[in-house]
């Protein structure tokens, strides 16, 4: 089977975003099979054809007000004319967002993104991990401690330095990069067994 083509798509304005997209790419790349890409969401503002050469996509922004932020939004709307053809129909897609509040209403983000997703045709991937704190993990170290399965929530304190995670998000991040990727691989499986019988 050929290798399939996993992109993370992110916006980030003071590095946070960034982190935690390095790590979600460092745990797709870790899955053989998989080739995984980094890419900032304005240069595919430019250049939204290039979505046609991957088969998934990690969406990731940090939360803005409730929602994705306005670089991403503005990503999000150069899509149009490929959503008119349909051209993004069965990929595969997830989302990831940063914020400084426990909460900060990063849900509602992660909504946007899903229903961004949607109105292309793509297939939804969740974050499939438990919260590690409930087996006895200290909260800080605790894979998806924020308890988030709609898409990957990391949380960074407000004027913190970028890469100021707890480990327990950083954590998440490749776990949640591995699960897409292995998802997209599994997907990719099935496909090239129903074109063979
Ligand atoms: C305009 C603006 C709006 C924000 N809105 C929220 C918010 O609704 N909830 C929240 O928890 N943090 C909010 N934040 C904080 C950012 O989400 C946080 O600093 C994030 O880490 C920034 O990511 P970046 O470093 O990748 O740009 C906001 C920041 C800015 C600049």
Redesign the pocket.
């Known amino acids: 089977m050929n290798n399939r083509n996993l992109a993370v798509i992110y916006h ?7 982190h935690i997209a390095g790590h979600i790419l460092a745990g797709a790349r870790s899955v053989p099979g998989i080739t995984a890409h980094l890419l900032q969401a304005e240069e595919l503002t430019r250049t939204p054809e290039h979505l046609r050469d991957y088969d998934g996509f990690i969406f990731g922004t ?5 929602g994705v ?1 306005g670089s991403f939004k503005t990503f999000m709307d150069a899509t149009g004319r490929l959503w008119k053809s349909h051209a993004l129909k069965g990929k595969l897609a997830a989302a990831f967002t ?4 426990p909460s ?3 849900q509602s983000t992660l909504l946007s993104l899903f229903v961004f997703a949607m109105q292309h045709g793509m297939v939804w991937v969740g974050n499939a991990i438990l919260p590690e704190q409930h087996a006895g993990v200290p909260e800080q170290e605790a894979a998806n401690r924020l308890g988030s399965w709609s898409g990957m929530m990391a949380q ?1 304190g ?1 004027s913190a330095p ?1 890469d100021s995670f707890a480990p327990g998000d950083i954590k998440t991040a490749r776990m949640f990069g591995t699960h897409v990727a292995e998802t997209l691989l599994r997907m990719a499986c099935s496909e090239q067994m129903e074109t063979s019988t």
């Open positions: 980030s304005a003071h590095g946070h975003t960034a940090p939360t803005y007000l409730g932020s940063v914020s400084s509040l900060g209403d990063k960074a407000h970028a």
